[in-house]
């Protein structure tokens, strides 16, 4: 999303204004080819009140954005009304009891560098520009999530407008049932989350990157070795594999092996990336850089800045799998080898979710994570290009267990994205907080 200074207005469609607004509402620059009737940027919580309420006399539907990251775009329907809420953007720290209350607009990057001074962490988002309201609600696999848990996790209460346009608050004791369905929800949840309240975490001391580089020819050999060795990692390291076009170091088509890790001294860090060095692979590296400390907020905007390019048009899909790698190695080839230009990408994520968490929406994962990101520019695009992720994960859909929210594409492939019995709850409590269907459902879904 475009961020602005500018108070925001009501734009309706055929408006000067409408297209750029309803475009700038989203950093992917594929046009979807939906247009809603109505966008509605609200500049407070009283706007909003009033955007839900007028929607409802005139028997709207409602999309809404935050910080526009997406990757569907989910919040662009056709008809209806659009509410921006990338204005709502306050963040509030209370140090002292360990509590943070932010809009949903605040970015991941404002959150952290705010919270720097403080000396406390919260697990935002992995880039600087993803907006919090979108991240927290479909879970939140933020920075230090294996060892803090999803970012939901740490939400702790929420000021929700409801369809009929009431302003309520949420938390384990106050409309539990709210909070339940905050926690994992994503773009299915039914309301305006206006203001998110979060349980804050003392700030790792260090904080740093180990990385390594193959050339693809090695693919088969470096993903055995990760499937291996995934399961005993450090639950302070966020082991990655990710496929790039243009590789760090070698600028050609390579394996990144990154290592980012979030602990309370450097020798703990050296030690909990150690495995790294020791993997008899290491001879075959075409780069091999130390252990490095690096701030968040570096990590965060150097992604953006290498993976996630301006001006690009963006098709993502994922799954989580349980099966080990070596059925799943002839088609991470197939993958690799049909890859588009850069910034398209493939990411493997060593996740190893826990034997349990707390009872909430949220309730798909798995042992790894794997999802395509193809990102085009320009015009050279091939139509095996435009549907590169899609189609490779239909072909995988045998091994996969489900998708994650954070980089779903209901639209073209629906797929599980939560427990048969918590979709059941969550169906149910959408009836009843929203009996009209003010709110759009999922993409792919009949609301």
Not at 34 to 62: F, H, S
Not at 217 to 245: C, I, Y
Not at 309 to 318: H, I, V
Not at 390 to 400: E, G, I, K, N, V
Request: net charge neutral.
């Amino acid at each position: 999303m475009k961020r602005t200074a500018r108070r925001g207005i009501v734009i309706d469609k055929g408006a000067r204004d409408f297209e750029a607004a309803l475009l700038g509402t989203s950093f992917n620059a594929q046009d979807p080819g939906r247009r809603p009737d109505r966008i509605v940027q609200a500049n407070d919580v009283e706007e909003v009140i009033a955007a839900v309420k007028r929607a409802r006399e005139k028997g709207l539907t409602i999309g809404i954005c935050s910080g526009g990251h997406s990757w569907a775009q989910n919040h662009i329907r056709d008809s209806g009304m659009l509410l921006d809420l990338s204005r709502l953007n306050s963040i509030a720290i209370d140090s002292e009891d360990g509590i943070a209350i932010i809009g949903p607009g605040c970015l991941a990057g404002e959150l952290n560098a705010a919270l720097v001074k403080h000396k406390l962490f919260f697990p935002v988002a992995h880039a600087y520009t993803v907006g919090m309201g979108g991240f927290l609600l479909q879970g939140g696999f933020g920075w230090n999530s294996r060892a803090l848990g999803l970012a939901c996790q740490s939400v702790i209460g929420i000021d929700v407008v409801l369809a009929d346009g009431t302003l309520v608050h949420a938390s384990e004791r106050e409309n539990p049932e709210l909070l339940w369905a905050a926690r994992g929800a994503g773009p299915g949840f039914f309301g305006v989350v206006v203001r998110f309240h979060l349980k804050l975490h003392r700030r790792p001391k260090f904080v740093g990157l180990k990385l390594q580089v193959f050339r693809m020819r090695h693919l088969e050999e470096v993903m055995a070795w990760a499937d291996k060795v995934g399961p005993d990692v450090s639950p302070t390291v966020e082991f990655q594999m990710v496929f790039n076009r243009k590789a760090t170091g070698i600028f050609s088509h390579g394996i990144e092996v990154l290592a980012p890790v979030l602990t309370d001294s450097w020798r703990e860090a050296r030690d909990a990336v150690a495995f790294i060095n020791d993997t008899p692979l290491r001879s075959k590296a075409s780069l091999n850089l130390p252990l490095m400390p690096m701030s968040l907020n570096m990590m965060m905007n150097t992604g953006e800045k290498t993976l996630f390019l301006p001006n690009t048009r963006w098709t993502a899909d994922s799954m989580w799998m349980n099966d080990p790698i070596d059925p799943l190695l002839p088609a991470l080839r197939k993958i690799a080898d049909s890859q588009p230009a850069a910034p398209s990408h493939a990411l493997w994520l060593n996740w190893n979710a826990p034997p349990s968490r707390p009872d909430m929406a949220f309730s798909l994962e798995a042992r790894t994570y794997l999802a395509l990101y193809g990102g085009l520019r320009g015009t050279a695009a091939t139509p095996a290009d435009e549907s590169w992720a899609t189609d490779h994960m239909r072909a995988l859909q045998p091994h996969s267990v489900g998708i994650q929210l954070a980089d779903e594409n209901l639209g073209r492939r629906p797929m599980p994205f939560m427990a048969t019995a918590n979709l059941e709850r969550l169906d149910a409590l959408r009836a009843e907080f929203d009996p009209d269907g003010r709110f759009n459902n999922y993409m792919g879904r009949v609301s």
